[in-house]
């Protein structure tokens, strides 16, 4: 006879999902945007890897990730950032309402580090922020992370360069982002159990008065200063040396 409590707690797992079932069998937290959180059925899952591509990075994906860190840093959980390409802003974290005492950024040499020190973040129940840099992580590695996240509480978000979207992903949720317009934000759902790839949404992030002015469209200064020909210029009265004997 089949041992039923252990197939029903198998199919409890928040990576197993029924093929039958068009509903979602993880868990959710809104992500702070109604339309993201109507695309998502209910917003970020939870116990679960969630993949954010990018084409490049600086356009506001972070931006998305602004409510679920105020979310759980107000909750006292520690929030690491994983090997970010940049220096964190502290001002705009705090004008966020985001708790600075609970987040921890950490630095690591190799791809070894990377994935140890992912792993330990999610099993000490701490939302994961992670980048993948240049050197992405092999099927395995993101294997190890889902499995890791479907027994928590959390959630982990990994920041891939959309050049990895063609390969596979154990990540439930897949999503490719791209910006084409100042403070505004492309996102396309790639991959999400039991949905169809292919929707996607258009999103404003930050206020008008705020707006980012693109390197391209920065005023270039063509007048230089001119110099003054050698008979214009003011004498420059050398120092006398007096001797005195």
């Known amino acids: 006879m089949p041992n039923t409590d252990s197939i029903t707690s198998l199919l409890m797992r928040q990576d197993i999902w029924r093929g039958g079932s068009q509903s979602p069998t993880y868990r959710t937290v809104t992500t702070g945007h109604k339309p993201l959180d109507r695309l998502l059925h209910g917003g970020w899952p939870v116990g679960a890897l969630t993949e954010l591509l990018t ?68 099993h ?45 992903s154990p990540a439930v949720l897949r999503l490719e982002l791209s910006s084409h317009r100042v403070n505004c934000l492309s996102l396309t759902l790639c991959k999400l159990h039991g949905n169809a790839p292919g929707a996607s949404i258009q999103l404003a992030l930050g206020e008008p008065s705020s707006q980012r002015t693109m390197l391209a469209q920065l005023p270039v200064n063509t007048l230089y200063p001119q110099i003054r020909d050698s008979a214009n210029r003011l004498p420059i009265k050398q120092p006398v040396l007096r001797l005195h004997t």
């Open 55 to 122: 084409h490049q990075s600086g356009i506001g994906e972070l931006s998305l990730l602004l409510p679920i860190l105020r979310y759980y840093s107000g909750k006292e959980q520690l929030c690491v950032w994983l090997d970010p390409p940049y220096q964190p802003y502290a001002p705009s974290l705090v004008a966020a309402g985001i708790a600075l005492h609970r987040l921890l950024i950490v630095r690591t040499k190799n791809p070894q580090e990377w994935l140890w020190a992912a792993e330990q973040s999610i």
């Open 124 to 168: 000490s129940g701490a939302l994961l922020c992670a980048w993948s840099g240049k050197q992405p992580p092999r099927y395995t590695a993101l294997r190890k992370l889902q499995l890791a996240t479907s027994g928590s509480n959390s959630a982990a978000f990994l920041f891939s360069s959309s050049n990895t979207g063609a390969a596979p």
